[in-house]
């Protein structure tokens, strides 16, 4: 089998947002849409405190309550652990959205540019009509992720086979692989290091693990 999951070093993140713009840019999501944020919080007790930014969005849960929510069946769990959204028979409920406890999803009801009414080429020529008024969230860049598979590619390992995001990160914060592969570089940090996963007790089982000491910064 396959799962892919993410896997994020809080230890290397330096919250410079690269992550969030690449997957902007890849995805032509609009202003005000961000399917990969980057959390910055401050943990500890003055005068004993630091800052730790932590990359979100959609987990890409085991269990996804979105899934179970949705009255048309638009989100769907594939095989290998990815979460989408058919635009097609969405019907812009957001009933995805209140069962996400990630808040990964979002709707505009209008297009959005980034200067004003009118587009620029680049909007224009990316623009899908598709994504109006129907919810949108992070999918692991799925389409690239099967385009490489198609051509022989492995993802995590091949950059034209991986996500934006991963590929962007100038810390190497982000991993992305497969997690029933033990010879991943995903299931090498998950065995090599403490992690934690969002929310966990919530029982959703998320897709994304956070390495953290958790001994020497408490989260």
Known sequence: MT???MVADLRRCVGCQTCTAACRHANATPPGVQWRRVLDLEIGEYPDVQRVFVPTGCQH??????????????TRQRADGIVTIDYDICIGCLYCALACPYDARSKIDEPL??????????????FDPRTIGVAQKCTFCVDVIDAGVAAGLTP???RAATPACANACISGALTFGDIDDPDSAVSRLLRENKYFQMHEDAGTGPGFYY????EALPL
């Not at 849960?61 to 638009?74: M, Q």
């Not at 390495?211 to 958790?214: I, R």
């Open 3 to 5: 799962r892919y999951v």
């Open 61 to 74: 849960c085991s269990d996804p309550p979105c899934v179970a929510a949705c009255p048309s069946t638009a």
């Open 113 to 126: 540019y980034a200067y004003g009414e009118e587009p620029t080429a680049s909007e224009q020529t990316r």
């Open 156 to 158: 995590g390992k091949d």
């Open 211 to 214: 390495l953290w000491d958790k």
